[in-house]
């Protein structure tokens, strides 16, 4: 019965060593009929006059990203205008919907449309105490106007939408 063991044993490596034996084989032809060389392989092509085996090279992978469809083109040009009115004066300003007040009149004073000076405050936004060159005196304030309207939040916090007007007055405090 011992016996009967070391042959069923024998047999299996037997049977082992070929299947390892043809399925390398299989593999080595398979890489070797694309003309690729083994994973983790590369081979420099030899002429049929060199004697010397093909010389093992470094592995260089090269990954090509699929072609993907060009992003839309999003263009910060101002296509929209709003309307300022300043003490009875109107100017045409750019701007991108969304933007706040304040970024609109930046733009206006960097295109030289008008002027306007003030100050931060924490946690409440930009002040504006001055307009064209005209300074707020004691008592007295520039409003923010929008659309005909008393604005409710500040030139920070106000984002303007296609169809706004904005307009400043000169007045008394309260």
């Known amino acids: 019965m011992h016996t009967d063991k070391k042959n069923i044993i024998a047999v299996g490596l037997i049977l082992l060593g070929i299947c390892f034996a043809f399925f390398g084989f299989v593999q080595r032809t398979?890489?070797?009929s694309l003309g690729l060389p083994k994973e983790n392989e590369a081979y420099q092509s030899v002429t049929l006059e060199d004697e010397a085996?093909?010389?093992k090279l470094e592995r260089v992978t090269t990954i090509v990203a699929p072609k993907e469809k060009e992003p839309?083109?999003?263009?910060n040009?101002?296509?929209l205008y709003t309307?300022?009115?300043?003490e009875d004066k109107t100017f045409s300003v750019p701007f991108i919907e969304g933007e706040?007040?304040?970024?609109?009149m930046t733009t206006a004073m960097k295109k030289d449309i008008f002027t306007f000076g003030g100050r931060e405050f924490s946690g409440i936004g930009f002040f504006v105490d001055e307009l064209n060159g005209k300074k707020a005196e004691r008592g007295k304030n520039f409003i923010l106007w929008v659309n005909g309207k008393k604005a409710v939040v500040g030139v920070s916090d106000y984002?303007?939408?296609k169809t706004d007007t904005i307009?400043?007055?000169y007045e008394n405090n309260y």
């Open 167 to 169: 307009s400043w007055t």
């Open 72 to 75: 839309p083109v999003v263009e």
């Open 159 to 161: 984002k303007l939408l």
């Open 100 to 104: 706040s007040v304040f970024d609109v």
């Open 77 to 79: 040009t101002p296509e």
């Open 53 to 55: 085996p093909p010389k």
């Open 83 to 86: 309307t300022f009115i300043i």
């Open 30 to 32: 398979e890489d070797s």
